[in-house]
């Protein structure tokens, strides 16, 4: 069972890439408009020494941007919740910024930071940590209030009461947030690449091959990209499982053993 349940994404995996060739072939679709898997894969070969030091600017941008996005919202949900003024005021203002597109926001932040690493960074954060504020807000709120009164009661300070009760209660919560963000971060990345930025990466990488129309190239861009987007999700799933384990543990099954002395008044 376990080795099917590990099987399962890889079929998943080769069914896309099965279905994928099978609809280059039977409706001939020319290789300008969809490349095979083959001529895909190919580029990327021919192309892995500067697809690979692209990837690396935007997987620094991507982790960098996930892992500020992440603190300043967990922090800011934690400071929302014991204050109540701040969330009153704060709650509303960050339902505002996400009211307003990702690439509006990077015209104003050209002007504020430049074209650097800073205003890909601020993008990034702005997809990671609204999602992480909401979790943790909500993991906050569902705390069954008896548990931290009887914490209280034998002597626990607020410190002890945030370790042992406050903080176990949002990680679930959280890593919902922090699988999402994962997922997202290297878009923020890509679009920060693309609208505010003037270094290298895998966001201007694609826009390059587009004006060349090399199609195989591009799509070859996309694979790595979603290669580093899966990545950072089932890292956060394993992380997820090392940090609550009580979620995956299962109850050890007892087994009834016949016993091995026969009781002397039973009939048989």
Avoid: C
């Avoid at 409706?27 to 192309?47: E, F, M, N, R």
């Avoid at 005021?89 to 104003?108: D, R, S």
């Avoid at 009887?150 to 626990?156: E, K, V």
């Avoid at 060349?212 to 979603?226: E, K, P």
């Amino acid at each position: 069972m376990r080795t099917l349940r590990l099987a399962t994404p890889l079929l998943a995996v080769l069914l896309v890439l099965a279905i994928w060739q099978l609809a280059v072939t039977l409706l001939h679709i020319p290789p300008y408009v969809l490349p095979s898997p083959g001529k895909t894969w190919q580029a990327l070969l021919d192309d892995w020494p500067n697809i690979s030091t692209l990837a690396g600017h935007t997987l620094y941008e991507t982790i960098v941007g996930f892992l500020t996005g992440t603190a300043v919202g967990f922090l800011l949900a934690v400071t929302m919740a014991h204050l109540k003024a701040a969330h009153r005021i704060l709650y509303p203002i960050l339902i505002a910024t996400q009211a307003v597109p990702i690439v509006a926001i990077a015209a104003p932040l050209v002007i504020l930071l430049g074209y650097g690493l800073a205003p890909k960074l601020v993008i990034v954060g702005l997809i990671v940590f609204f999602p992480v504020v909401v979790n943790v807000l909500d993991g906050l709120a569902g705390i069954d209030t008896g548990m931290v009164n009887l914490a209280r009661s034998m002597g626990a300070g607020p410190a002890k009461i945030f370790l042992l009760i406050r903080l176990p209660a949002t990680l679930t919560p959280l890593f919902s947030a922090l699988k999402l963000g994962a997922a997202y971060a290297v878009t923020g990345a890509v679009i920060g690449e693309w609208t505010a930025s003037i270094t290298p990466g895998l966001g201007k990488d694609l826009l390059l091959k587009n004006s060349r129309l090399d199609t195989a190239g591009v799509y070859a861009d996309v694979l790595v990209l979603t290669a580093i987007g899966l990545g950072g999700f089932l890292l956060m799933t394993l992380l997820e499982r090392l940090a609550t384990p009580w979620r995956t543990r299962g109850t050890a099954r007892r087994r009834l053993r016949p016993s091995t002395t026969s009781d002397p008044k039973d009939p048989r």
